[in-house]
Every structure is written in C-alpha cells, then in structure tokens.
C-alpha cells in the first residue's frame, strides 16, 4: 500500500537527563539471535520479526518503557558477525555503533545478544565489541531452549573471562530481563575499561574464533544436542520432487484460499459498507452534502475497504511462511533459478517478500552482498504482485471473468486469470533481471552463503499483531489519500457549476466537468488500449498508489446519475470490453504507480536516476502489454 | 568408509563429515565464513543438497549454511580420522603468530 511502510518517525525522549546516566543503548549481535524480540519487548513497539537471518535490516529507535526509564533510547540493529561489514544491513550496525551514522545518536552503551545455543561462534563478536570500550551487558539467549536440550554454561565464570556483566535471559518469554534493568540504572557496573581482559586482534577471523573457543571451554560451554524436528521437516520441504511441489502447491494454495475464503468474507463486508451508508443517507441534509459524503467520499472508500478481509488474508499467510523459517528454504530451493538470470537464492526473499508489498521489500535488498545484485533486484522488485493490485484484479476478475471451475472444483477459471497476473509480473521481474545482468548490471559472482534457521511454529500473537498492524494501515491509508483525492474527485466532477432552465444552480454532466474533460484530454493515449476517458481518470489517479484505482472508478460511478444505482461491477461494463479489462489487469502487473516504493527506490540507490528509469521502463512495458492484450482479445472475439 | 580420497568439501557426499583444513577464497567471503564457523579444525557435515542438485547444506558448529557448489569446491577438508595436531597447541600456535 502507499505510504504503508515508511518508517515511523521517532521523536527522542525529551527533558532533563540525570547526569551519568545512559541515554542512548544500541541493541547488537549475530543475526538472529533475537535483537529484534528484545527490543519488542523492551519498548513495547512491534518492529517486523520473521524467522531468517536479516529480517531486521536498518537501525530502529524506541523508547524504553519495558523496562521503567523512559528517558532512555534503544537502538536495534541489523545483525552482524563481526564488524568489518559484509553487506549493507551489516554496515548500518557498524555506522551507528561508531557514531557515524546521521541523524542516530551514538550509543553510550551495548546490549550484546548472543544466542546460547551456539555460544562458541557468536563470542567472537564479543571480543570486537568489547573492544570498543563502549558498557556492554552481555545478554545470552534462549537459554531455556539450551538447558532443555542438554546445554550449559557458567555465566558467572563468563563474566569474569570477559570483564563485562553477564545476564541469561529469555526474550520470548520475557524472563531475566531485570538485569537489564540493573545494568541500566547502575553505570559503573561492569563499565568503563576492561583491565584483565586479552583480546584477540581485531578483525582476525581466525583469532577472534580461537579465542572464542578458549573462552568458551573456560566456562564450562556444552552445546545443546541439535534438534532432530528441522532435519526431518527439511527431508520434506527440501525433498528433490516433494520440496519443489509443495512450494508450488503453497502458492496456488494462498490464491485458492484468498478467492475460496476471502471473496464471500468481502461481499458480506461490502453489503454492511453499503447499508452503513444507506443508514447515513437520511441522517444527511439532501442536496450537495449528501452527494459528497454519501456518493462521493463513502463509495469511495468502501470500494477500497471492501477488499480488506482478502488483503489481510494475504498478509496472514506471508507472515507464517516468514515467522515459520519457510524463507529461507525458498531461497535455497530458488537459488538455481536466480543464477540462470544471473542472481542467486538471496534476491529471491525480497522478491517472494514484494507479494505483500514493495517497500520493505526493496529495504530486504540490504543483505545482498554485491552491489550491482543489490540494484537489479531493487529495479525488478515493482514488478512482482504487490497487495496494492489486489483490489484492482478482485475488482475486474469479479467483473469479467465467470466464475468457471475445473477439475470437479479443483481450481476455478478466477484463480487461473489471477495466478496469470501473478506469473506476468514473475516472468517481467526475471526477464528484466536478465536484461539487466547481462548488460549494465554485469558483475563477477559473489558466493551464495545462507544460513538455514530452525523451523519456530508461528505464535497466534506474533501472526495477530502482523494482521492489525496491516489492517490498520490500510484503514489509515483509506482514511487519508483515499478521502483526499475521493473528495477532489467529486469536487472536479461537480465544477464548473452550470444554470438549469429554471435557474437553478446544477452540477454538470461528468462529461463536461473538469474532470471529464480532464480524461477527454488523454483519452486518445489510452483508447488503443481500450481504456476509456472514465478509465483515463482512475489511471491518473493511481499513480499516487494503485488501489486508489478502484475509490476513483466508486467516486466517478457514484456521482453519475445513470450509473449511480449499479454496483461498481456492473457500472464497469458500460465502460469495457472483455480486452479493455484484461488489458487494464496487465496495465496494472506491469506499470510503477506507486510513490511510496518511487521515494524507496530514490533513498536506496541514492539518486533520482534509477526511480525515473524504472517508471518509465516499467510504464512502457506496461503499455505495450495492455496494447497487444487488448488487440489479441478483440481479434480472438471477432 | 569410503576409500576415495576427498580433498575439497563439494566433493563431501551427504551424510559424510569431514574436517575443515583451508578456505582458498577471497579475504572478505574467507573472513565472512569463518565468523559463521567455517574455521579450520572445526568438524562439517554435508546435510543435504537443494533439490536442484545445488548449492549444498552444510551443517558446522551446530548451524546449517548453504554453499554452492563453487564455494565449496576452495575449502579444503581432511578426513574426521587423521586428526593429528593438538587442537590446544594449534590454537596457541595461531595466537602466537597473530599477536606477533
């Protein structure tokens, strides 16, 4: 959606600080070892955490609330191994934990999170930590799961071996965290230089891991025994035959699920949308302010609202594949594909992640190495099938496909036209991918290391809050751009105002309105594909974001009295043909309208150069797409 | 036991382990795997293979990393059995030779 993901500004704390107190506190250590649960739990904001490995990619803010100081600011970082950065999520954490980083304060002190069950290897991140001489409480990590399966390890001892304070703790279940709060509120515990302690030379891979090792015997380290659960689900899921299937299979399904389950779902909230605004009709003195609140704002948005049970669908299943560690197993699977287009399995996370939406997405790019990599996946990444077009397929695919089915119910002939949408957008993000790495973009390998995380069963909370937080934009984007540009619609197809016989003042006919001759003015671009002025209108305004499509055709309809009582499925066909809407779906697959993922774009790659490239590639291939659709379709009807 | 000799860690079959001797990579990627575990003296296990044919799980120090065949194919491994170095010695060894 628009605007959906643009991270939260965060004001720091204000007021006075008592002198000698920590301010700012930066959250580090290896991916996944549970930064991001921690940080949830001590701020008590809902940062994105999904089960593989750099998931949290920039550096977030919070204030500390979990924990009783609220004058204080907690930084989470992406994870890392060590700090000479390997890709740029790693960079981030490195940049802000020296200071350098702009407009993030720097941190006067470091939670280290390490995870226990593989205590050995995440230490020798400590030794470069602890060598900045920034105060660090050591956190050790799910140190429950490790004690369950056989682990151990003295933290008292471990202390002693690192000079620092030593907390084990449980960031899931929220146990062991009032050390943090001591650590916090004590400085001078466990702070300032670190006289006993040999560190190993810094940014020697070899030493920091001898040295790891060293104190890890020292302290009594036993390694859990290894889970045998994510070994047999991965005989399965990574089977030769079944691994590719199922991965298949769980995507048809999703679409299968999002018609089967969530069409009725958004019929029945439709009607109540309807009725709502049925109930409020005579609530309303009739004349102009009827007309706009009732006709144009309120058609509006619940032609947008009425998709929200099926988007949310949506988000419900991405975020189990994410939570569960299904991710990175599809990058693994993926990883041959990408390198016939000259990427490998890490690009594909983004790309399967841009089905939700684009944004986040483009920012999951960080943890590809290369560079040029890194562009051609950000440049492909608008083509895959955000949730934004969603409304926009539901809404034709409901219009002007039948609702055939195939296979004895198997699969229906809607769910084929939408995995059609899904495929094209697929199919463009490759093709261009390969035009890119085989051209401007051609660089030499670099190697395809993916850590595989144990499988976690997704929380219902974890799952919940994912679904809310989704609703809630989406209902806060309906509530500001949508009303925005609903109610500059009515306005500009109620002016110029025009004298009646009798001498009353009247509205115009949408055709002769400002907005009418507004989509006159560009209807001979769009004709040849069989759009429309009415149509001409809705594209102009979609540019802002896509879905904004389907409120402008609610307004339009709404506010012209011989389409006035249709419902907006039936209003359509008085302006399309078969070819024009399956010409529009493709318009849609392929064209960039979309500021939000634009302005991402631009802040990513660091130049305005690439956004405007990619509209006006994307809007070209768009074009040409929508005009051999519609001619294809005309000449196949006669 | 297999009696073919393997050098090179592309050419573990899965469910062997085998010990890691050298990575012959560039410094960052050699630097980036061996703060994943990839260090020398440290015992791997190929797990399994992608169902394409490649890249490769491998499983180290309790973790399961993914490498592709080419990756692979410049970590150099000896069998679990001819272990011979002390690895206390070895590691100081290293110290030693950092430090200096």
């Excluded at chain 2, 973790?63 to 170095?85: G, M, W």
């Amino acid at each position: 959606m628009s605007s959906c993901c643009a991270p939260p500004a965060f004001e720091p704390p204000a007021g006075p600080q008592a002198p000698g107190k920590f301010r700012t506190v930066a959250l580090i250590g290896p991916p996944n070892s549970g930064k991001s649960t921690l940080f949830n739990r001590l701020t008590g904001l809902r940062q994105k955490v999904a089960n593989y490995p750099g998931v949290t990619v920039e550096q977030r803010m919070g204030v500390m609330a979990g924990v009783g100081r609220n004058d204080l600011t907690l930084i989470d970082l992406p994870g890392i191994y060590s700090l000479t950065p390997y890709s740029e999520d790693a960079r981030v954490a490195v940049e802000v934990l020296a200071g350098t980083m702009h407009g993030t304060p720097k941190p006067d002190a470091v939670l280290l999170v390490l995870d226990s069950q593989h205590l050995t290897r995440q230490l020798m991140l400590a030794a470069p930590i602890l060598a900045t001489g920034l105060p660090t409480l050591v956190l050790l990590n799910m140190t429950d799961l490790m004690e369950q399966r056989g682990g151990k390890v003295d933290s008292l001892q471990l202390a002693r071996e690192l000079s620092a304070p030593v907390a084990q703790i449980s960031a899931v279940h929220g146990t062991g965290l009032n050390a943090i709060n001591l650590f916090l509120n004590q400085p001078g515990n466990g702070t300032g230089s670190h006289p006993s302690l040999t560190l190993p030379v810094i940014g020697n891979a070899a030493s920091a891991h001898t040295w790891a090792a060293q104190v890890s015997r020292r302290t009594g380290y036993r390694a859990p025994l290894s889970v045998e659960g994510t070994q047999k689900i991965d005989s399965v899921l990574l089977h030769r035959i079944w691994g590719p299937l199922l991965f298949l299979a769980v995507v048809i399904g999703v679409f299968e699920v999002v018609f089967s389950i969530g069409q009725p779902l958004s019929d029945g909230f439709g009607d109540i949308l309807a009725r709502m605004g049925d109930l409020a009709r005579p609530l309303l003195p009739t004349g102009w302010m009827q007309s706009l609140v009732l006709d144009g704002i309120w058609k509006g948005i619940s032609s947008v609202l009425v998709f929200l049970p099926q988007i949310l669908l949506l988000f419900l299943f991405i975020g189990i594949l994410e939570d569960s560690g299904y991710l990175a197993r599809a990058a693994l699977i993926a990883d041959r594909v990408m390198r016939t287009i000259g990427l490998n399995g890490k690009a594909f996370i983004p790309l399967l992640s841009a089905y939700a939406c684009a944004v986040p997405a483009i920012m999951a790019t960080r943890t590809i190495e290369n560079k040029r990599d890194r562009l051609a996946t950000i440049l492909v990444t608008p083509f895959m099938t955000c949730s934004a077009r969603l409304p926009v397929y539901l809404l034709l695919i409901a219009a002007f496909i039948p609702n055939t089915v195939y296979l004895h119910g198997v699969i229906g002939l809607r769910t084929i036209v939408m995995l059609g949408l899904y495929v094209a957008g697929f199919v463009a993000a490759f093709t261009t991918a390969r035009i890119l790495k085989s051209s401007i973009l051609k660089s030499s390998e670099t190697p395809f290391i993916l850590e595989l995380p144990q499988y976690r069963m997704p929380t219902l909370q974890s799952l919940a809050l994912r679904v809310i937080d989704r609703g809630r934009i989406f209902m806060k984007n309906a509530g500001t751009v949508i009303v925005g540009v609903t109610m500059a619609l009515w306005v500009l197809a109620h002016l110029p105002v025009i004298h009646t016989a009798t001498g009353a003042i009247a509205a115009p006919e949408l055709a002769s309105s400002v907005i009418g001759r507004l989509g006159h003015f560009i209807e001979p671009v769009i004709a040849p594909l069989g759009f429309n002025w009415k149509i001409g209108i809705g594209l102009l305004s979609s540019v802002l974001a896509r879905e904004v499509m389907v409120s402008t055709m609610g307004t339009l309809y709404g506010t012209d009295p011989s389409t006035q009582a249709l419902s907006l499925q039936t209003a359509l066909h008085h302006d399309m043909t078969l070819g024009g809407a399956l010409a529009l779906m493709i318009f849609f697959a392929f064209a960039m309208q979309c500021t939000s993922t634009m302005a991402v774009v631009k802040r990513e790659t660091n130049s305005w150069k690439w956004p405007i490239v990619q509209f006006i590639y994307m809007l070209v291939l768009a074009y040409g797409a929508a005009f051999v659709v519609n001619h294809v379709t005309m000449a196949l009807l006669g | 036991m297999g009696a073919r000799k393997v050098n090179v860690l592309s050419e573990l079959s899965v469910g062997q382990s085998a010990v890691l001797v050298a990575l012959d990579l560039p410094e960052t990627v050699q630097n980036h795997l061996m703060h994943m575990g990839f260090v020398p003296d440290a015992e791997v296990t190929a797990v399994r293979r992608a169902p394409a044919g490649d890249p490769t799980v491998y499983s180290i120090d309790g973790l399961e990393i993914a490498l592709r065949h080419e990756t692979a194919e410049a970590i150099r491994i000896r069998p679990v059995s001819t272990s011979s170095t002390l690895p206390e010695a070895t590691q100081n060894m290293e110290l030693a030779e950092v430090a200096r």
